[in-house]
């Protein structure tokens, strides 16, 4: 599980291709669009392993800034944009936020740092449970491919609500719905 505060620093490129260094960068302002693995889960478990919320259809989608010799390439998710359904309790996001992709050396992938995301979770009919990721929080990886796959594998810090966990871990994995084609992480 990827905890808050663990961030990388390394500048990046988003690609269609896998060639490092990159000869075919996405364009400024591309949408990256996410939506949950077919048959797969959003769920949010507390620490030891209670299931608080399960979801069975979420995205993630925004447009792409892509990397320079010191920008890492990076996705702006605004708050409607980070979706929840079919959830066992109301999920929604409060604050959207900054994703950034980090490249793993001697791959096409990469590693997703998270910045600024609220969720609330309306658990048991009455109480609001609100969490945040905090400021550059490792939350998972984005896998080359066509679809690309980003695994989310995270702890967010309870920011507000009576008798909520003090950390929810939110497991999922999602795939890139658009644009079709690949995406793979280089260096800048």
């Known amino acids: 599980m990827a905890f808050i505060g663990a961030g990388t620093a390394s500048a990046s490129k988003l690609c ?21 693995l077919k048959e ?19 995205t993630i989608k925004g447009p792409m800034t892509n990397g320079t010799s010191t920008v890492t390439a990076n996705v702006l998710v605004e708050p409607i944009n980070l979706t929840w359904g079919n959830c066992t309790y109301p999920t929604r996001t409060l604050k959207g936020g900054t994703l950034e992709f980090h490249k793993v050396v001697g791959t096409s992938n990469g590693t997703v740092t998270a910045s600024g995301f609220q969720v609330t979770i309306f658990v048991f ?14 939350i998972g990886k ?26 929810a871990e939110l497991k999922a994995t999602y795939t890139l719905t658009e644009p079709n084609t690949t995406l793979s992480v280089s260096a800048s």
């Open 40 to 58: 797969t889960s959003a769920t949010w478990r507390e620490p030891g392993g209670a299931t608080l919320d399960t979801c069975l259809v979420s």
């Open 142 to 167: 984005i896998t080359e491919g066509k679809p690309a796959v980003f695994s989310v594998e995270m702890a967010m810090i309870k920011t507000g609500g009576f008798g909520c966990p003090e950390m």
């Open 16 to 36: 269609s291709t896998t060639t490092d260094p990159c000869t075919s960068p996405w364009v400024n302002g591309t949408t990256l669009d996410f939506s949950l």
């Open 125 to 138: 009919g009455f109480v609001t449970c609100v969490y945040e990721t905090g400021e550059s929080a490792d």
